[in-house]
């Protein structure tokens, strides 16, 4: 029976390297959507380290589409969502630029996600973290430069976003350190792109 865990990360193996299998995102995320719309016994979503499975539902909340609010000028919310703008599994707004002080809340619209930030892909001296999934997390920054971050759980399918905090100091380090990064995700390859872009025209 133990073996039995192994069968999605094998059969999610097979997908993804076999080389007779249609690569695109469209084709890869056919196959995924019926392993992603498990739903197993306990509240987490995705690869769980603290329940017996997880939960996903890749079906847009009525409360996803609620405007983002914020308490004061110098906080700024972003949604942790099933469904968004830019497809399944994203935080929106993905690009955000926030001044030094300023406080972004993370905010928990859809359960079993949460907010990481990536390693090595924040600035030096910067404080990491690492919400619990399903919760709402706030993050006051206090140092400059370009943040990436990531919803663990669903970093596979790109489940990512970018904050910079004053000037983009480390922009330039961010980028060459992307490698590693960039090959644990399987789906919609081109979101990282496109957020820099975003970014860069805020």
Not at 58 to 64: C, G
Not at 72 to 88: P, Q, W, Y
Not at 135 to 161: K, N, R, W
Not at 173 to 198: E, M, T, V
């Amino acid at each position: 029976m133990k073996y039995l865990k192994l069968l999605p990360f094998l059969f999610f193996s097979m997908v993804i390297f076999s080389n007779n299998i249609d690569m695109r995102d469209e084709a890869i995320e056919a196959r995924i959507m019926p392993l992603g719309n498990a739903c197993m016994q306990g509240e987490d979503c995705g690869i769980s380290t603290s329940g017996p499975g997880y939960k996903v539902s890749l079906v847009k909340t009525a409360s996803a589409s609620e405007p983002a609010a914020s308490g004061s000028e110098n906080e700024h919310i972003v949604k942790m969502l099933n469904a968004g703008a830019d497809g399944v599994m994203v935080f929106e707004p993905a690009a955000l630029k926030i001044k030094k002080g300023d406080t972004v809340i993370f905010k928990s619209v859809d359960p079993g996600h949460n907010s990481v930030s990536a390693p090595n892909l924040i600035p030096s001296g910067a404080t990491p973290w690492e919400s619990i999934q399903g919760q709402d997390f706030s993050v006051t920054f206090d140092t400059e430069g370009v943040y990436v971050y990531q919803c663990t759980p669903h970093l596979v399918m790109a489940m990512i976003g970018l904050i910079q905090v004053g000037e983009a100091t480390n922009l330039a380090d961010i980028k060459s350190n992307l490698g590693p990064f960039q090959s644990l995700i399987a789906l919609n390859q081109d979101r990282l792109d496109k957020y820099f872009s975003q970014l860069e025209s805020l």
